[in-house]
């Protein structure tokens, strides 16, 4: 065990020394950037550092010279937007779509067309943090996208990128938020911050919210409480602790199917739950999150952190679960699939109940940075080690079928629960990662450098039955390599060209496979990626990036089995795609950010021709978001705020058969700033959806059966923030 299990008690490995620049080193050595842990919020829309590239595998460079796709959903941004869930704070960046995202649930998503794992697709301050659990953003200070292949940054993950949600820092900050929604929700938010002396701060934020849903019988409640302390110990010792707590509870809606495995449901609703039965119980969700970092400076040029990080979740689950249909009358003759909805929309109700389920994640990491120079060509070095362990312990759930309903009835029938209980809890999971990476960053001159490294990965897991005994044990060993080439003719703009491989788990074979039940291997991944990065003035950056990942196609694969299916690594998945992002201010009274993905993502040489020659399920061809703030100029403190989302036809069959039809989206809002006594007051009235325009936003799976999200419908969401 890494870690106690409280996320208080963190234990630190002791510092590996590092060597320092000798005294005759050449002038032409480069210094490293400090660590200023007095760091204030702005009210920029745009980035100008990630955590990604100051202790990560890119080196110590500004978000300017890294050789990647990184976009920054500010402070700022997500102040204007008032997001709650993760489907709604990435809206902003079109390479982002939502995968398997239930209201009342947590929530995944895809990058760049690849589902992240909730297990290692998300950070708390870089940290890998248990990504089971709900969405809270009030003790965040920006949340980082890396999109595209992390092998380096990040060892065992999927293809698509990361996900990085970094805390607030102390700072003097005394402000209170109230507010509510068109459905009558309350919200109150507090946000405290101040240095004590020039060498130790403090913030703490905290939030309750009782959610009014827009879905019936699903309203909800949060409450969370996070800690920030920054202490400067010397002036070349600094220690940041961040530790966050929350607990929620809310009936999760379940999503449709395809009516007889290949019609989008007509006139479908959007708040109505599927399947509610009186006795469903709210879905609980208690998670906490905490890192501890400690970073030393020996020299200009050499630079040390080590880092802790913990993250628990226990989720009660409780579902009254609308799926398949192998119990209705209208599947007996066996012509429909028992997965997925009958054609007349008939659909079974099972009484899901999976209490104590409990993720926990604990990782530690170190890394000594620094710069030298061989010659004329500097170098900068970042060496480094990581262990990281998941546990997951889960009792013997119930999954009973007591009913069955239809999509179109006002009232869902009464069944009565299953009499029976989950069983005792057990240990079902224990995942090790080791790993040990270095990369170079080479500056050949003004405008060139290369950046070459490797993560070496060690992979050791062993999944257990409901009894305890062991039913898979995986090991894996795994080189990553990453190169990159930047050319920098001037300073505002950096062009480059990467390459980088990737490590992923396998997945499980869906149950209604011939070798259901069954993980498959560990899955090697490529990436070659162009990109260029330009800064407009000071306010505005501009990027675009070409890429190409190749992994291997994952599916069920249709052949003479008494299932008719087997679930199998066969071909090649290879998602081709283009990117531009804008960020900043255009002029004085303008901020913007715009997002626009293309993207070709199709499986080649699977066996199974019907699969290929269209998009893979849950990859939009066409992808687009504008957000727009202008302060008008002849109402001082007045700005009015406006989005546009717009989503091509979303396959949602692997033939490629059955789609969903493309949507545009638009939002708007108000801001308005002003002071009461000398206090700073700030109003912001969102509306989502202004046009209640009808759209299905997720075509995802889970598990391996697919499902179907609508989107949320017109909500306006008003609140106020007031500075003590």
Same mark, same amino acid.
């Given at each position: 065990?890494?870690?106690?299990?409280?996320?208080?008690?963190?234990?630190?490995?002791?510092?590996?020394?590092?060597?320092?620049?000798?005294?005759?080193?050449?002038?032409?050595?480069?210094?490293?950037?400090?660590?200023?842990?007095?760091?204030?919020?702005?009210?920029?829309?745009?980035?100008?550092?990630?955590?990604?590239?100051?202790?990560?595998?890119?080196?110590?460079?500004?978000?300017?010279?890294?050789?990647?796709?990184?976009?920054?959903?500010?402070?700022?941004?997500?102040?204007?937007?008032?997001?709650?869930?993760?489907?709604?704070? =990435?809206?902003?960046?079109?390479?982002?779509?939502?995968?398997?995202?239930?209201?009342?649930?947590?929530?995944?998503?895809?990058?760049?067309?690849?589902?992240?794992?909730?297990?290692?697709? /998300?950070? /708390?301050?870089?940290?890998?943090?248990?990504?089971?659990?709900?969405?809270?953003?009030?003790?965040?200070?920006?949340?980082?996208?890396?999109?595209?292949?992390?092998?380096?940054?990040?060892?065992?993950?999927?293809?698509?990128?990361?996900?990085?949600?970094?805390?607030?820092?102390?700072?003097?900050?005394?402000?209170?938020?109230?507010?509510?929604?068109?459905?009558?929700?309350?919200?109150?938010?507090?946000?405290?911050?101040?240095?004590?002396?020039?060498? /130790?701060?403090?913030?703490?934020?905290?939030?309750?919210?009782?959610?009014?849903?827009?879905?019936?019988?699903?309203?909800?409640?949060?409450?969370?409480?996070?800690?920030?302390?920054?202490?400067?110990?010397?002036?070349?010792?600094?220690?940041?602790?961040?530790?966050?707590?929350?607990?929620?509870?809310?009936?999760?809606?379940?999503?449709?199917?395809?009516?007889?495995?290949?019609?989008?449901?007509?006139?479908?609703?959007?708040?109505?739950?599927?399947?509610?039965?009186?006795?469903? *119980?709210?879905?609980?969700?208690?998670?906490?999150?905490?890192?501890?970092?400690?970073?030393?400076?020996?020299?200009?040029?050499?630079?040390?952190?080590?880092?802790?990080?913990?993250?628990?979740?226990?989720?009660?689950?409780?579902?009254?679960?609308?799926?398949?249909?192998?119990?209705?009358?209208?599947?007996?003759?066996?012509?429909?699939?028992?997965?997925?909805?009958?054609?007349?929309?008939?659909?079974?109700?099972?009484?899901?109940?999976?209490?104590?389920?409990?993720?926990?994640?604990?990782?530690? *990491?170190?890394? =000594?940075?620094?710069?030298?120079?061989?010659?004329?060509?500097?170098?900068?070095?970042?060496?480094?080690?990581?262990?990281?362990?998941?546990?997951?312990?889960?009792?013997?759930?119930?999954?009973?079928?007591?009913?069955?309903?239809?999509?179109?009835?006002?009232?869902?029938?009464?069944?009565?629960?299953?009499?029976?209980?989950?069983?005792?809890?057990?240990?079902?999971?224990?995942?090790?990662?080791?790993?040990? /990476?270095?990369?170079?960053?080479?500056?050949?001159?003004?405008?060139?450098?290369?950046?070459?490294?490797?993560?070496?990965?060690?992979?050791?897991?062993?999944?257990?039955?409901?009894?305890?005994?062991?039913?898979?044990?995986?090991?894996?060993?795994?080189?990553?390599?990453?190169?990159?080439?930047?050319?920098?003719?001037?300073?505002?703009?950096?062009?480059?060209?990467?390459?980088?491989?990737?490590?992923?788990?396998?997945?499980?074979?869906?149950?209604?496979?011939?070798?259901?039940?069954?993980?498959?291997?560990?899955?090697?991944?490529?990436?070659?990626?162009?990109?260029?990065?330009?800064?407009?003035?000071?306010?505005?950056?501009?990027?675009?990036?070409?890429?190409?990942?190749?992994?291997?196609?994952?599916?069920?694969?249709?052949?003479?089995?008494?299932?008719?299916?087997?679930?199998?690594?066969?071909?090649?998945?290879?998602?081709?795609?283009?990117?531009?992002?804008?960020?900043?201010?255009?002029?004085?009274?303008?901020?913007?950010?715009?997002?626009?993905?293309?993207?070709?993502?199709?499986?080649?040489?699977?066996?199974?021709?019907?699969?290929?020659?269209?998009?893979?399920?849950?990859?939009?061809?066409?992808?687009?978001?504008?957000?727009?703030?202008?302060?008008?100029?002849?109402?001082?403190?007045?700005?009015?705020?406006?989005?546009?989302?717009?989503?091509?036809?979303?396959?949602?069959?692997?033939?490629?058969?059955?789609?969903?039809?493309?949507?545009?989206?638009?939002?708007?809002?108000?801001?308005?700033?002003?002071?009461?006594?000398?206090?700073?007051?700030?109003?912001?009235?969102?509306?989502?959806?202004?046009?209640?325009?009808?759209?299905?936003?997720?075509?995802?799976?889970?598990?391996?059966?697919?499902?179907?999200?609508?989107?949320?419908?017109?909500?306006?969401?008003?609140?106020?923030?007031?500075?003590?």
């Amino acid at each position: 065990m890494i870690l106690a299990r409280t996320p208080l008690a963190l234990a630190i490995l002791a510092l590996a020394a590092a060597a320092h620049a000798a005294d005759d080193a050449p002038p032409q050595a480069r210094t490293l950037p400090t660590v200023d842990v007095h760091a204030t919020t702005t009210d920029s829309y745009r980035a100008a550092d990630s955590q990604l590239d100051t202790f990560g595998s890119f080196g110590s460079a500004p978000l300017h010279d890294t050789p990647a796709a990184i976009t920054v959903i500010t402070r700022a941004q997500i102040d204007d937007r008032q997001p709650r869930t993760l489907s709604e704070l =990435v809206r902003g960046d079109a390479a982002i779509t939502d995968n398997y995202a239930p209201a009342g649930y947590y929530q995944d998503v895809s990058i760049r067309g690849f589902p992240l794992d909730l297990a290692t697709g /998300f950070r /708390f301050n870089g940290m890998i943090m248990s990504a089971e659990q709900l969405l809270a953003l009030e003790g965040k200070e920006h949340v980082e996208v890396l999109k595209g292949l992390g092998g380096l940054e990040a060892g065992v993950v999927e293809p698509g990128g990361l996900v990085n949600y970094v805390s607030k820092r102390p700072a003097d900050v005394h402000n209170v938020t109230i507010g509510t929604d068109s459905h009558g929700s309350n919200y109150e938010a507090l946000d405290l911050g101040a240095w004590f002396s020039p060498s /130790f701060g403090l913030r703490v934020n905290a939030a309750n919210e009782k959610t009014h849903s827009y879905i019936e019988h699903a309203d909800g409640r949060r409450s969370f409480v996070s800690i920030a302390a920054d202490w400067k110990i010397t002036d070349k010792a600094t220690l940041l602790l961040d530790t966050d707590y929350q607990t929620s509870g809310q009936r999760s809606a379940s999503g449709y199917q395809l009516l007889g495995g290949t019609t989008v449901p007509a006139h479908a609703s959007r708040t109505r739950l599927l399947g509610y039965q009186s006795w469903q *119980r709210p879905v609980g969700i208690h998670s906490s999150n905490t890192s501890l970092r400690f970073n030393y400076r020996f020299s200009d040029n050499w630079n040390a952190q080590v880092s802790a990080g913990h993250s628990h979740t226990v989720i009660d689950d409780n579902v009254a679960f609308a799926y398949g249909c192998f119990y209705a009358e209208s599947c007996a003759s066996g012509a429909t699939p028992g997965y997925f909805f009958a054609p007349n929309g008939d659909y079974d109700v099972y009484d899901f109940r999976s209490p104590d389920d409990t993720r926990q994640n604990d990782e530690v *990491r170190g890394v =000594v940075t620094g710069s030298f120079a061989t010659g004329s060509v500097d170098h900068e070095l970042n060496v480094g080690a990581t262990s990281f362990r998941r546990t997951i312990d889960r009792r013997a759930y119930v999954y009973d079928y007591v009913g069955t309903a239809n999509i179109y009835d006002r009232v869902v029938p009464s069944f009565a629960p299953s009499p029976n209980e989950p069983g005792p809890s057990v240990r079902r999971l224990t995942s090790w990662q080791r790993t040990l /990476f270095a990369i170079d960053r080479i500056h050949l001159g003004e405008q060139w450098q290369v950046l070459a490294g490797t993560r070496f990965v060690r992979l050791d897991e062993s999944a257990y039955d409901d009894t305890g005994a062991i039913e898979r044990h995986t090991r894996s060993s795994q080189s990553l390599p990453q190169a990159a080439l930047l050319w920098q003719p001037t300073a505002p703009l950096t062009t480059y060209v990467s390459y980088g491989e990737g490590l992923s788990l396998g997945r499980e074979a869906p149950y209604w496979t011939s070798n259901g039940g069954t993980t498959l291997a560990p899955l090697h991944s490529r990436q070659v990626e162009a990109g260029v990065k330009y800064a407009i003035g000071e306010g505005l950056d501009l990027q675009a990036a070409v890429y190409r990942i190749r992994q291997a196609y994952q599916f069920a694969r249709p052949d003479d089995t008494a299932e008719g299916f087997t679930f199998v690594q066969q071909g090649q998945e290879v998602h081709t795609g283009v990117e531009l992002n804008l960020a900043g201010r255009i002029t004085e009274n303008l901020r913007l950010t715009a997002s626009l993905n293309a993207i070709r993502a199709r499986a080649e040489n699977t066996g199974a021709p019907t699969y290929e020659g269209h998009q893979v399920v849950n990859v939009p061809r066409w992808r687009s978001a504008v957000y727009a703030d202008y302060s008008l100029p002849f109402a001082p403190g007045l700005a009015i705020l406006g989005g546009w989302r717009y989503a091509g036809s979303n396959v949602a069959t692997p033939d490629g058969a059955t789609r969903v039809p493309a949507y545009n989206v638009f939002d708007a809002g108000l801001r308005f700033a002003t002071q009461v006594g000398g206090h700073a007051l700030t109003w912001r009235l969102n509306v989502d959806n202004v046009f209640n325009r009808f759209y299905w936003r997720d075509t995802g799976s889970s598990g391996g059966d697919s499902y179907l999200f609508p989107g949320m419908p017109r909500l306006a969401r008003l609140s106020v923030t007031y500075e003590l």
